[in-house]
């Protein structure tokens, strides 16, 4: 592939300026950490649920702005030959899809990232209920609950020999690092939790 039809493949322009480089650089980054999010299992702190939400709330806003003022001024475009009423409904829903890219890549996958990094090794021990869910392309075994309901999405995937032992609900013991941004979950710690069973019963 030539540099031209590589540059016209990821930014839009067999040119690109170093501007639009650096835009597209920071939509495709927030775009993989948004994909990594989604699927990590990490349950956000409540005080960073409450900090993420206001700054990706800024962050989207901000570039919104920027984006609407740059194609009022006639510096950019909108793609393709679609009709007025497909460009309409795109600068209608823009906003929230931006969003939600955003607010996932900071509150779950950036921060997942930096708790695996930078947090200490931790258990966390939750009332949890055993869900089975079958679905094609989506985890089959999960442990959902109210303690879980900053997760995005609000479930736990775990695996099937986990599942297969584990109470139908009640104190699960998860092993992970937790940091200030909240608790990244590397599996359900089965030894713990079998105490934890034994002992309420």
């Known amino acids: 592939m030539s540099l031209?039809?590589?540059?016209?493949?990821?930014?839009?322009e067999e040119q690109p300026s170093f501007l639009r480089i650096l835009v597209m650089f920071l939509i495709y980054v927030i775009m993989a950490f948004a994909i990594y999010g989604y699927m990590a299992d990490f349950i956000p702190s409540a005080s960073w649920s409450t900090h993420s939400l206001y700054i990706s709330i800024g962050i989207t806003a901000t570039a919104?702005?920027?984006?609407?003022?740059?194609?009022?001024?006639?510096?950019?475009?909108?793609?393709?030959?679609?009709s007025k009423a497909i460009n309409f409904l795109f600068l209608l829903l823009f906003p929230f899809l931006a969003f939600a890219f955003v607010w996932t890549a900071i509150t779950h996958g950036m921060a997942d990232v930096l708790t695996q990094k930078f947090g200490a090794d931790q258990q966390m021990v939750l009332e949890l209920t055993k869900h089975e869910v079958n679905r094609k392309k989506t985890c089959t075994y999960r442990l959902v609950g109210s303690a879980i309901d900053n997760s995005f999405p609000e479930h736990l995937c775990i695996k099937q020999a986990e599942f297969d032992v584990l109470p139908k609900s009640g104190a699960i013991s998860l092993q992970g690092q937790q940091s200030s941004l909240g608790f990244h979950v590397d599996g359900v710690d089965l030894q713990s939790t079998s105490v934890l069973v034994e002992a309420v019963n």
């Open 4 to 12: 031209k039809k590589f540059n016209h493949s990821f930014f839009g």
């Open 64 to 82: 919104i702005s920027i984006h609407y003022y740059l194609l009022a001024i006639g510096y950019t475009s909108l793609y393709g030959e679609n």
